[in-house]
């Protein structure tokens, strides 16, 4: 027995591959938040797994084509972003990495504007304060130190555990695998442990980080990394979700009642490229893919709708909704033309750098230096 197989625990999960429902005893307390949905709430969870999937699909073509610098797929990962994001409360907010795009789409933010990002004409269209979607983090891990920063500001503010559901708040961030090992997550462990935020440390583990496999980066389940600060953990199935849901709303009730961060792992795979100038066939084979594959998020609650006597004109009309996002999205993204220049030399730092004025003036320079040659 390996020293993760002597750590682990049941991992919670509330659908089978074949899409049938069931919840084991030990989960009871997540299993209520389930009777707490309609077949609205399962028909939405779809249809906007569905979205994600086409906007990803569109998003990866548009960067083939030229028209983005750069695509983050998340294909694979939509039932653990759908579910956890329906799972955040009203006054919550949510510190994402730079690959939830389906969180974005749970808290309404435009999807137009993360292109805009990925194209270079913006820096993050979307306002934080009026979303509580706060703005795409590049550098790895930074996310974590800025969610634990805020939580611990709730937690001075005194909104956290008096019961008034229109001021208490909880925060909640996400990361990958590979984003446990940088500094600053353990660092915010320790804070979050040490101040008790309202907050849950929610981690897609996707299986690679770029090249890098799991079992490569860590000896025991990252579920676990939180423990030695103080922070107890939860593993749930990340292809699943209802389970998603359930685990990210009922630790998110906990933290605003003021009991404290939780660390949940979401077990999940990155079916497509770390980014679109990654490729992944360098590093993995295709039978790993097809196992997960087998486990497709979308697939899986497909069944169970179907199970529940969705019939096939709600299928349809979630595609057709796709087809038309996806024209409405490459038509906008070919009528923004080129993003300015000078979008390179703004918010690099908050006050006037002399470095990057030294460098912009030369850049005027050089373009001054064609004028008047006819090109």
């Known amino acids: 027995m390996t020293a993760q197989d002597a750590q682990r625990v049941p991992m919670v999960q509330m659908l089978s591959i074949e899409g049938e429902f069931s919840v084991a005893p030990e989960f009871a307390d997540y299993a209520a938040y389930i009777d707490r949905l309609t077949d609205a709430d399962y028909l939405k969870f779809y249809r906007d797994m569905a979205i994600m999937r086409r906007f990803d699909a569109e998003a990866t073509a548009l960067q083939r084509q030229g028209q983005l610098g750069l695509w983050i797929p998340a294909i ?14 009203h006054n919550d907010h949510i510190f994402p990495s730079y690959r939830e795009h389906g969180v974005a789409i749970t808290h309404g933010i435009d999807l137009m504007s993360i292109l805009k990002m990925l194209r270079g004409v913006n820096h993050g269209g979307w306002n934080p304060d009026e979303t509580r979607f706060h703005l795409y983090a590049i550098v790895l891990g930074t996310q974590a130190l800025h969610a634990t920063g805020y939580a611990m500001g709730v937690a001075f503010d005194g909104k956290v555990g008096t019961g008034n559901k229109d001021e208490d708040l909880a925060v909640i961030t ?23 935020t309202p907050q849950v440390f929610f981690c897609q583990n996707n299986q690679w980080a770029i090249s890098s496999n799991v079992a490569r980066q860590t000896k025991v389940p990252l579920y676990l990394r939180g423990t030695g600060f103080g922070v107890p953990g939860i593993q749930v ?17 906990d933290a605003r009642a003021g009991l404290g961060p939780t660390f949940i792992e979401a077990m999940t795979y990155r079916i497509g490229a770390h980014t679109t100038s990654d490729d992944p066939t360098k590093y993995r084979d295709n039978a ?14 497909e069944k169970f709708l179907r199970n529940r006597g969705v019939e096939q004109a709600f299928f349809d009309e979630c595609d057709a909704h796709g087809d038309k996002l996806a024209a409405e999205i490459r038509e906008a993204t070919f009528a923004l033309g080129n993003p300015p220049i000078e979008n390179m030399f703004q918010h690099v730092y908050s006050q006037p750098h002399p470095v ?19 090109n």
């Open 174 to 196: 996400y990361f990958g695998d590979g984003a446990t090992a940088e500094g600053d997550v353990s660092e915010s462990l320790l804070f979050a442990a040490i101040n008790q």
């Open 288 to 301: 790993e893919v097809e196992y997960w594959q087998a486990r497709d998020p979308l697939a899986r609650f």
């Open 356 to 374: 990057i004025a030294e460098q912009y003036a030369w850049l005027n320079d050089y373009e001054a230096s064609f004028e008047g040659e006819g």
């Open 76 to 89: 694979g990962q939509e039932a653990a972003q759908i579910g956890s994001g329906y799972g955040v409360g």
């Open 237 to 253: 199935d990340g292809n699943d979700v209802l389970a998603c849901y359930a685990v990210t709303a009922k630790h998110m009730d």
